[in-house]
């Protein structure tokens, strides 16, 4: 099958065959602005830690971006190398000249300008490594052990340790480390580490020279416990709600901004929807930090894309604010985890934010200073959610229907891996669709190690009845894995069905969990959601929200804050589910303000009335 570049030669045979798109295309010497969808569509690379069990599945947690000389660097657990990217868009894989025989777990990373740092998390000494050139995946030794971390017991023994309670005079002992690592380097030259991963002990920093390799100065600092008792969204388990099981502090990362100090982290477990990100504030690097109760800033528990946990937070080349995070598959094994981008900010007066509201959906990245995160939505609507699907073949009842319905662990399986098998998607009427995600699942895949034939081809075409198919996009050179496979098209095109035309991927069963379709129908957006109610529960750390039904809406974000005007949290919920929803994620002492906006195919509805949660 010849495969068709998708940016180039792709678009030119779109124009090429269907004239109707010509008309529809961007002024001449325009430039489209570049967008990307969550996961990110790069390379993830398949976990050998179950191979003894033989469970298969592809993953990617704990990133860190670095921007670097003119580039970003991606660097997550578990893969044998990083990423580099110039636009956040692209990300081409590197092999880098050192890397640990077991590969790296939630690694630490920095830039200084002229160096950059890699770390990963120990319970032991062990090696930094630094780069001048990690373009080319050029790695020395920054130093090839650590000293032992001050007051650290034995691998084991931290279970014999008294815990830390916030007020206690500071630890004498630590848990063996560190784990979870981060890197912070003030503007005054002075040099911090934060690490910590537990359901008992908290974060802690230290403060390090590094003029001679890396040195501890001074004994490490406990700084943040989380308090689930207090804030609601640090409970365990699927939307918080298995009460009482331990729950899990980790991946530190540091800002500073405005002179103040944002020690983030994520909670309450990587292994549901609700893993999220907070923050600490202090005038500090070592604190004291106060607790804030806008908390959590990065949280996305509903949607296609399940979790915001776990990640960094950087700037882009025009100085606009990014957070990364590891959403939630779960199939295969409880850490089968993906990579997300969402745009970020810090106000005026020091609220940090994350916007996650469709943060599911097309966004654009910006090519210049941006100050409102959420403009970056492209509008493009979901345009598949529950549309009828067809397959050419169907594997022991994993039906083509499962394509649709916005799960990432339900899936459709062809009954072969042959190049030719199709996915279709009727899209219930002429659209212009802007872009396609063709997000595959691993169902028995059989690999456990990067290989040359771990690779992803296939075409799309489109139709307006269902008989006549044309080209639409296709992947294109060089070769790579792509398991959240997401093709903008260079203009829009009418179509009322998209179709998957399977030609190669490495796993051994064809599986895709969702064929997702973007773009516009041709009504208005939908009317403002109606009598929308809001109380909290005799438990303070949640309330509930309920509202009419908007006719035809696809489906609803409910939205919440702090102030009218600062609606950051969002929780999506689609239209065939119930029109009330328990939120189980604010803290005791803080009033809210509450609201929803429905969404259908054609765009979003004005935002509703707030509602005041004392």
């Known amino acids: 099958m010849r495969i068709i570049p998708c940016r180039l030669a792709g678009a030119l045979l779109l124009v090429l065959a269907n004239p109707l798109l010509a008309a529809d295309a961007s002024p001449a010497g325009a430039v489209q602005r570049r967008t ?33 000389g003119d580039a970003y660097y991606l660097f997550q657990t578990l893969a044998d190398g990083y990423w580099r990217s110039t636009d956040l868009v692209d990300w081409r894989f590197i092999e880098p000249s050192r890397w640990p025989f077991d590969s790296m777990v939630a690694p630490a990373a920095i830039s200084d300008g002229d160096r950059l740092l890699l770390m990963r998390s120990m319970f032991d000494p062990g090696a ?132 103040r100090y944002y020690l983030q982290y994520g909670a309450p477990g990587t292994e549901y929807n609700a893993y999220a990100t907070g923050t600490y504030v202090g005038d500090g690097p070592l604190g004291p930090f106060e607790y804030a109760p806008y908390n959590p800033v990065g949280y996305k528990p509903g949607g296609f894309v399940h979790g915001a946990g776990h990640g960094s937070t950087f700037q882009d080349a025009y100085g606009n604010w990014w957070n ?82 916005e799960n990432p662990r339900t899936f459709w399986v062809a009954a072969d891996n042959h190049a030719g ?23 028995k895949s059989d690999r456990f190690a990067d290989a040359d034939d771990i690779y992803t081809e296939f075409r799309l075409e489109y139709s307006r009845d269902g008989r006549h198919w044309q080209p639409l996009a296709a992947t294109g050179e060089p070769r790579r894995d792509r398991p959240n496979a997401y ?30 379709v973007f773009g516009n129908a041709d009504g208005n957006p939908p009317p403002m959601p109606q009598g929308v109610r809001a109380e909290r529960d005799a438990d303070p750390r949640q309330m509930s929200v309920q509202w009419r039904p908007v006719r035809g809406a696809v489906g609803y974000n409910v939205r919440w804050g702090i102030a009218p005007d600062r609606l950051h949290s969002t929780y999506q919920v689609f239209a065939d589910q119930p029109t009330r929803l328990e939120v189980r994620a604010l803290n005791t002492g803080v009033s809210y303000h509450v609201a929803v906006e429905a969404f259908d195919e054609n765009g979003v509805s004005p935002l509703s009335g707030t509602v005041a949660i004392p």
């Open 36 to 68: 990307y969808a969550n996961p990110i569509d790069i390379d993830y690379r398949y976990n050998f830690e179950q191979v003894n069990q033989g469970i298969s599945y592809r993953t990617g947690a704990d990133p860190v971006v670095v921007r670097h």
């Open 128 to 259: 930094v490594l630094v780069s001048r050139d990690p373009e080319h995946g050029v790695f020395d030794f920054f130093t090839r052990r650590t000293p032992a971390l001050p007051n650290a017991v034995r691998p084991g023994m931290d279970q014999f340790m008294q815990p830390w309670r916030v007020g206690d005079p500071q630890p004498t002992e630590v848990p063996p480390g560190p784990w979870d690592p981060s890197f912070f380097k003030d503007d005054d030259g002075r040099w911090y580490l934060y690490w910590g991963s537990s359901d008992t002990f908290p974060l802690y920093g230290i403060e390090l020279d590094m003029e001679r390799g890396m040195r501890y100065l001074g004994t490490p600092r406990a700084l943040i416990l989380l308090d689930p008792a207090r804030h609601g969204w640090e409970r365990f388990g699927q939307d918080h709600r298995e009460e009482g099981r331990p729950t899990y502090i980790e991946g530190a990362w540091m800002n500073k901004v405005g002179g």
């Open 324 to 405: 990364t995070g590891t959403p939630w598959i779960g199939y295969n094994w409880n850490f089968e985890r993906r990579i997300a981008m969402f745009p970020a900010a810090f106000s005026a007066d020091g609220q940090m934010s994350v916007s996650t509201r469709f943060g599911d959906f097309p966004h654009h990245v910006p090519d210049a200073a941006n100050a409102d995160p959420e403009s970056l939505f492209t509008g493009w609507m979901l345009l598949s959610y529950r549309k009828r699907a067809t397959a050419s073949t169907v594997h022991e009842g994993f039906f083509a229907g499962n394509a649709t319905d």
């Open 421 to 443: 098998q199709t996915l279709s998607v009727d899209l219930g009427g002429v659209r212009s669709v802007r872009a396609v995600q063709v997000n595959f699942a691993d169902y």
């Open 487 to 516: 093709l903008e098209l260079p203009a829009p095109v009418r179509a009322r069905h998209v179709r998957y035309v399977h030609g190669h991927v490495g796993a051994a069963h064809l599986a895709i969990s969702d064929l997702r």
